[in-house]
């Protein structure tokens, strides 16, 4: 929240003049509890504003995420507010976080943070002001995935469920006859987490795709 003091304003009976004012606010990332996240490059998801105010004059405010970029470009935007009579007054946006490069660490000083500017404008309507009034601002992060990240991340179950491959064989035979002598069957698995990962083979069995019928593989 940005009180009066912070947007230099002050308690009056009317107020028509303009106030511009930049301020910076660090913000602390709900994670879950041991996971210290110092950068991600997001793949998908929405960082979702809003704004409130129970000023009665017009307010346009620039809200930038500098350690948010987007092609080396800080993502930012604009929220205005016109009055029209009634307050609360809100407004809303969202930035796509697609392809976002986000860093927490407030340059290499602590984790799950990162700083917002707010490049405020009020331009008075001839309304009073009261002397309580504040611009209030929420963050939520909503739909995130992420091509990579960087921290710590504590032991956590990821619930990873079951899932099955489907190896097709002869595809375009119409009939015929073979015989396998002491087959083997070769995995390979690549791992590119900075921790260890097991992987079970539950079940193994051929499909006659014609039929239906399944054979097991001991």
Known sequence: ?????????????????????????????????GVELHQVNFKDGMLNLNVSTELKHDISVVVT??????????????????????????????????????DFTLGNTTVNSFPV???????????????TESINFAYN?????FENAIGYFGQQNLGISNDT??????ES??????ELTNPTVRFIVENSFGFPVRINFAEMKTINTITGQEFPLT
């Open 65 to 102: 995420f500098p350690e948010f970029t987007l092609n080396n470009t800080p993502v930012s935007r604009t929220l205005n507010l016109t009055y029209t009579g009634s307050t609360p007054q809100t407004a809303s946006a969202s930035i796509d976080l697609t392809d976002v490069l986000a």
């Open 1 to 33: 929240a940005l009180s009066l003091a912070e947007l230099s304003l002050t308690a009056a009976p009317a107020f028509s003049g303009t106030v511009s004012v930049n301020e910076t606010e660090n913000v602390v990332f709900a994670a879950n509890a």
């Open 117 to 131: 500017t707010f490049q405020t404008t009020i331009t008075g309507t001839g309304e009073n002001v009261v002397g």
């Open 141 to 145: 992060f909503s739909a995130m995935e």
């Open 173 to 178: 035979t119409t009939d015929g006859y073979f």
């Open 165 to 170: 491959i489907l190896l097709r064989l002869f």
